[in-house]
């Protein structure tokens, strides 16, 4: 049965606070907007409704709430069926969005970098546990080792002494001097930031923090129970439960990359007013640049503006925007990964988890290509969403072409979506006829 | 240093290493030239059905010549390549279809190709997630599937242990009837005879070869459980292989080793991108769901394109360049390129050495369709 296609002023791919700020910023002007997220509500990756939600994020899903955005949530965008549709998914449904103006912001994710053991269970992403505590997954009483890179690693620290696990260290990868350059530079930028990191100090007062460490492989079987670190040159090894470990922030390129979105650097390119390559397409929040809420909350409402023509009102922000870029670039520079980190996995460690392909395996190829065809490296169910990244950073191969569906999608939803668009787009030619 | 050797094969796809496998086995010096990966063209896209077809007299004594070689091989064959004896099953709706089928069987009988016709039960035990009332199908236990890159490197591989030489990353820009090769750079290299397997690209060697693309799109399931045991296609897949214009589909579904369903086909000409056309892709998979109904709910995890080297008269070129003993085609293949491989290197092999062939391979050779000298 092919479905009726909603037709929009503007589509948003993404409910954290850059679409967020977006749609809302949109309905103001009267644009009628959807908001597509994956996740079941609105929020992305720092305002998801907990209990213990804070005030800032809960005025803007407020906000949101009242602002007349049709918010679709637990709704995947899949693929682009023509050049102004996109196709998305639920549980057991799917829609055709039909846009003027599209704007991405899907968002980062966390770089989780192969090391012997990480497919163990008790290895999770750092902020991506402290999310999961949040939302009741328990960790009271647990022993961490909170490890990797990245400003992430100290609010998900506190986040899970909060809720009770008892945190061994927290080891970041960085050494010591240039983070003391990345302090001074944050005086400038982004002076709250810098108390805030101030204050996390405090209240982690009595935790050991070291810088220059990071992991170097896990031991265990059935659970994790020893992690081994590398520190001034010398090996330490920690009895814990639980590894959380993660290397900063990757932007979620693929949706960009399948709509011809030209990306350099790793991430989406932009214009001062958000514009991607593509005419109509916008794109906001961490995948054109790591820098953090507030300027996901900017560059989410300047793009809004610039579609709905108040380019007044988007002017004032413009300083701020790029000033907040300044500070992620600041910020990608402090926390850059040494080499050793990216060449922790051995013969033995698997890279790909879904098709279980090891490092050594992939040892003769200098390719995605070659490693796809005679590996299926990137080729399961995460379609390389992982290892791509992993192996982006470890081996610098650039990410294989995007194609639709950029996720497993059924394929009811495939046939009805094309379907109803190519039904369409033939009432259309009857009309001018 | 002049490089020279007794064979140069330009093109390291499953058409390629085929004939590396069987010239290097003859001790031959043999050199193969690709510019990418090995089988990375056509048959890194590929389906990697083993399937005799009656399309003609022709196709059938190459695909089932093909078909036998692979069996003769498969045991020696390593687990990557995936060989899987899980034969064919086509299927007919129509009282005439059921009339082809038969005659099909007939066909078969002649040339000793096991068949087996399955009626409405029979065919419903053999692939219970097929729509109900599908008149009947005919079963060919001897087809079979393989992982067609991993087929093409073993094959180079086996070569290379008999002696053969890779020489990957190279784009070969021109090749000459006195046997010498240019490649990108600028050198040359010297082959006493130089075999064309450059697939669909065979013509930019040599502007005179008649080939176009044919795109096929193709999208494989996550591992769900839904039981498919052979490959299944449709009889009217014929008709969709021998339509000369536009887009068709057929309903043609391939079980993998990881119970993974591998969904084909379709056909297209003049579409020269890779890039997954939704349209196309969609109509496939609607196909697909009119057969097998259950596909509907299982989900895609990936979908390509890849395109087929086809000619005038969808037969292969093998064999010498009229009016040059020295520049040989292997190319042209079309939708059988890895079923006919090494029934086509076998051929090659054995006209180089001046041996009688086991199939006549007058069908096959180029001058059917050039008429141009080399020279
Ligand atoms: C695990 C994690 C924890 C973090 N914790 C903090 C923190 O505590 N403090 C902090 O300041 N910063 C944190 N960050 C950084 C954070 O990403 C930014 O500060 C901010 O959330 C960026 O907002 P955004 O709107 O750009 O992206 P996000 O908040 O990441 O929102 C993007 C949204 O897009 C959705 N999406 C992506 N692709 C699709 C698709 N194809 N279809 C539908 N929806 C899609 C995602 O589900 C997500 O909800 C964290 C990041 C991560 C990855
Ligand atoms: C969707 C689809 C499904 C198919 N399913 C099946 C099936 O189930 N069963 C079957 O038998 N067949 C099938 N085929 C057909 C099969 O894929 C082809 O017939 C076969 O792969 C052709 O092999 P080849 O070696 O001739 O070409 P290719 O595999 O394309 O190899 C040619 C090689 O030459 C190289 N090359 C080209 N030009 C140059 C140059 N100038 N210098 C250096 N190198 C060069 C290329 O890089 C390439 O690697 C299918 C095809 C498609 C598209």
Known sequence: ?433 | MKLTCDIAIVGAGIVGTACAYYLAQEGLKVIVIERGPVGGGSTGSCMGHIVVLHDSVPHLALTSFGRQLWQQISLGLPEGVEYNQCGTIWLATTQQQIQQLRSQQTYYNQYGIATQLLDQDALCDAEPCLRKGVAGGLYVPDDAVIYPPAAACYLLAMAQSNGAMLLQGCQVMAIGPDGSIRLQGNQIIYAGIIINAAGCWASQLDRQLPIIKRKGHLAVTDRSGAVLRHQVVEVSYLQSVRQDAGASVAFNVQPRKTGQILIGSSRQIGAEGTEVEMPVLAHMLQRAVEWMPILANLKVIRAWAGHRPSTPDHLPMIGPCPGNERVWLATGHEGLGLTTSLATAHLIANMIAGRPCQIDPGPYLPGRLLQGTYA
């Open chain 1, 1 to 433: 049965m092919a479905k009726t296609i909603l037709d929009m002023d503007v589509v948003i791919v993404g409910a954290g606070p850059a679409g967020i700020a977006a749609a809302v910023t949109a309905s103001r002007f009267g644009l009628k907007t959807a908001l597509v997220e994956d996740s079941p509500g609105p929020g992305g990756q720092v305002w998801q409704e907990t209990p213990s939600g804070r005030p800032w994020s809960r005025r803007w899903l407020n906000r949101l709430r009242a602002c007349g955005a049709q918010v679709l949530g637990g709704t995947t965008a899949v693929c682009p069926v023509d050049q102004r549709t996109l196709l998305v998914e639920t549980l057991d449904d799917h829609h055709v969005l039909a846009w003027r103006h599209l704007i991405l912001a899907t968002g980062a994710r966390e770089l989780l970098l192969p090391m012997p053991g990480w497919t163990v269970p008790g290895v999770f992403g750092a902020a991506g546990l402290a999310r999961l505590a949040k939302n009741g997954w328990p960790v009271a009483g647990k022993k961490v080792v909170v490890a990797g890179s990245g400003p992430l690693l100290l609010p998900a620290a506190l986040t899970l002494k909060r809720y009770g696990a008892r945190i061994a260290l927290i080891a970041e990868q960085a050494p010591i001097g240039r983070l003391i350059g990345f302090a001074l530079a944050c005086m400038y930028l982004a002076p709250a930031k810098l108390l805030q990191a101030w204050l996390y100090g405090l209240r982690l007062a009595n935790v050991r923090y070291k810088m220059g460490c990071w992991p170097a492989s896990v031991e265990g079987d059935v659970c994790l129970k020893k992690v081994s670190l590398v520190h001034k040159g010398l090996k330490i090894a920690i009895d814990c439960d639980i590894l959380a470990c993660g290397f900063g922030l990757v932007p979620n390129l693929e949706l960009a990359r399948l709509l011809g979105c030209s990306i350099q650097q790793g991430v989406v390119c932009v214009d001062q007013w958000q514009r991607t390559s593509v005419p109509g397409i916008y794109a906001a929040g961490e995948q054109t640049c790591i820098a953090g809420m507030e300027h996901a909350i900017l560059s989410g409402r300047i793009a809004a503006l610039v579609i709905a023509g108040q380019y007044q009102e988007a002017r004032p922000m413009l300083g701020a925007c790029s000033r907040a870029r300044r500070f992620g670039h600041a910020l990608a520079r402090a926390f850059a990964l040494r080499p050793e980190v990216l060449g922790l996995a051995d013969q033995e460690t698997i890279i790909c988890r879904c098709e279980d392909v090891t490092a050594g395996q992939l040892q003769p190829y200098t390719d995605w290509r070659k490693a796809r065809l005679m590996k299926r490296c990137g080729m399961g169910p995460c379609q390389g969403r992982i290892c791509g990244a992993a192996l982006s950073h470890i081996k610098a191969w650039p990410y294989p072409t995007a194609r639709p569906p950029l996720l497993p999608t059924r394929i009811a939803t495939l046939i009805e979506g094309t379907m109803a668009v190519q039904k369409a787009a033939n009432e259309a030619k009857g009309d001018q006829i």
